[in-house]
Each structure stands twice: as structure tokens, then as C-alpha cells.
């Protein structure tokens, strides 16, 4: 089975600050990745996805993410945040073709002022 | 193209109701997939249906919670006998054959609901 480990349940950061959000997974078999933005209320958008090739992914809103299959991470990064960026922010996992996403439990992203 | 349409986008319950919560997938999205998100957790999947059928449904709890996605109409999340616990936000994905697997899910806004 599939599992996805957000170590930082809130990051406040100030704005024009670069942020990393953390994600880990652990998988006997080859995953596909993602991340997604939660704005309050709403749904969630998909950022960015790995699936293969290239290990550095880039997103919609500025962000990237680097997956690095030694270390089980694909940490989530933006060099400039903006107050824009207000939102909650979640990994999530699925075994390569499969249909079900796991998600981390969330990070909940503040930008300040 | 309207995205995932999901309603009501708030319902309350009282204990021992019944809740009815719809999703309406995106145009050409024959793929529908229901999470629940608790409070301060991340989404837990809970059933993957297509018209007519339900493909995998391993999250779902075994006792009062069924899903369907009729030939015509939206698919449809119930409750029966709501209880506290079921409080939570509820959200449906759908996604086009074949392109889940790659992360294509559309999220909707999901239904929040809240049991008295």
C-alpha cells in the first residue's frame, strides 16, 4: 500500500520569502506523484504531477517540485510566495495506473505580510 | 465546459437522517471517485465508480454509505442514519477512461456536512 507523509501541518511565511513544503511517501512499487492547492471552501486544483522523465516538475502559480527517488521525497518549492498563496497544500500518491489517490494529511501554507 | 458540479454544497442533518449528496462529473468524464476529507485530515478515498458500476469500492465503510453513478443523472453519495462522525467535507472527482491513473482527476467544491 501506498502512503504519503506531510511533516509540517502549518508554514507561515513571509511574502517574497522562498518555501519548501515537505512530502515523503513510501511505496513498494513505482508511484506517480502530485500536488494540489486547496483555497478555503473550495475544491482542490491539481499544482503538478510526476509520472516519469524528468525529476524536476514545474507547476502553475511559480511552483516546482523535485522528486528524488532515493530519498522518497518530492517537496514542493517556490522561490517568491505571495499572499495569493494562502491555501492548504496536499501530497498525494498513487501506484503507477492505478485509480485511487492517497493523501498526506495536509500543509497548511501562510503567507504574511 | 462547467468543471464538477457537487450539491448541496452545505447540508445539515440531524442524527439518524438521511444524506443524499450528488456529483455531477465533467462533460465527457465517464469516471466518478468520492473522498471525504475530516477535520485537520487529507482526503481518504472512498468509492471509484463508472456508469453503472461500482469499480472499487475498498474505502468505503461497510454499513450505511452507498454509492451509485445511474446511466443518467449524477452519481450519488448516501448516508443513512447520519451520525456525529459522518461530519465532514465530501468530495467527487471524475476523470476521463484511462486518464485517472496519470493524476486527471477534477476535483469539485465538494458538500460540507454537518450533523446536529
Known amino acids: 500500500a501506498q502512503s504519503v507523509t506531510q511533516l509540517d501541518s502549518q508554514v507561515p511565511v513571509f511574502e517574497e520569502a522562498p518555501v519548501e513544503l515537505r512530502c515523503n511517501y513510501s511505496?513498494?512499487?513505482?508511484?506517480?506523484l502530485f500536488w494540489y492547492v486547496q483555497y478555503p471552501n473550495q475544491g482542490l486544483q491539481l499544482l503538478l504531477k510526476?509520472?516519469?522523465?524528468?525529476?524536476l516538475v514545474k507547476g502553475i502559480n511559480g511552483f516546482e517540485a523535485e522528486f528524488n527517488k532515493s530519498q522518497t521525497s518530492f517537496h514542493l518549492r517556490k522561490p517568491s510566495v505571495h499572499i495569493s498563496d494562502t491555501a492548504e497544500y496536499f501530497c498525494?500518491?498513487?501506484?503507477?495506473?492505478?485509480?485511487?489517490?492517497?493523501f498526506g494529511t495536509g500543509t497548511r501554507l501562510t503567507v504574511i505580510p | 465546459n462547467a468543471g464538477v458540479m457537487q450539491n448541496p454544497r452545505h447540508l445539515v442533518r440531524r442524527r439518524g437522517q438521511e444524506a443524499r449528496l450528488r456529483c455531477s462529473p465533467m462533460?465527457?468524464?465517464?469516471?466518478v471517485y468520492w473522498y471525504r476529507q475530516l477535520p485537520e485530515e487529507g482526503l481518504k478515498f472512498m468509492v471509484y465508480l463508472q456508469k453503472e458500476n461500482i469499480i472499487d469500492e475498498s474505502g468505503m465503510p461497510k454499513e450505511r454509505f452507498s454509492a451509485e453513478f445511474p446511466k443518467e443523472g449524477p452519481s450519488i453519495l448516501r448516508i443513512q442514519q447520519v451520525v456525529r462522525g459522518d461530519s465532514a467535507a465530501y468530495f467527487c472527482a471524475s476523470s476521463a477512461p484511462g486518464l485517472a491513473g496519470a493524476g486527471e482527476q477534477f476535483f469539485g467544491p465538494g458538500t460540507r456536512l454537518t450533523v446536529l
Open positions: 498525494a500518491v498513487n501506484r503507477a495506473g492505478a485509480n485511487n489517490l492517497f
Open positions: 511505496s513498494s512499487v513505482s508511484v506517480y
Open positions: 462533460k465527457g468524464h465517464s469516471h
Open positions: 510526476y509520472l516519469s522523465g524528468s525529476t
